[in-house]
């Protein structure tokens, strides 16, 4: 089995990622096209019935998931609903999965482990307004000044999205990438057919490594929603007509 697959469950078919699965103190999942479609809207009911159903699915008792407005703001999260504007939420409440939406943009979910082995998750909700504002590095920051999570012990796991492949960004992209992260995400961006495509895999692998998270703790899908995306949602392949699926991970109750 690689180190992503999705199986056919009931109600619907579940991503996973293999090293997450192993951690039998967590539960996670990336649903499909197959699964509950949640709203753009973080108020609606639609978003709330569907992170009920994916808590569910999972054997939690409840899901929290934020307002994404493509910052850099990472809130912790003590209850189920919506927890506010950010694009990453920590907690350490048993029960209680963090939940992020996504119709190409990377979710980035988390565990880690305190000293005396009791664990936090988290999400970051990686757009590239997120990702140049650093929401992976401070969701792994939050994780350890609030939490106390060793940063050494978090296996992380990037979930299907746009890919290297599609991206395709502008140069004001770039040029606010170059301002905010420094001259060293020249990197990320690669040139096709005369376009900028930003690889937001890498950005987000590099933000996890400098944050002390091991690279070998780090999985990606290679699954790129635009491109090979038939089982998820893509704003960029389906424009207004995409719904969003999500990534969710919380500690086992
Ligand atoms: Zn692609």
Redesign the pocket.
Known sequence: MGPFSISERDPWPLGSFTALDADSGVRHGVTTRGGPTFGTDATSQQTADAAAAAADALGLTGAAWARQVHGGTVLRAHEPGLAGDADGLITDAPGLAVLGRSADCPLVIAVGRRDDGTPAVGFAHASWRSTVRGITATMVAMLRDDLAIDPATITAGIAPS??????EVGEEVRTEALDRLGGDAARFFGRVSGRWHLDLWSANLAQLKASGVPTARVWGTDV?????GERFWSWRAQGDDAGRFAALIGIAP
């Open positions: 746009a890919g290297p492949c599609c991206y790129c929603t635009i491109c090979q």
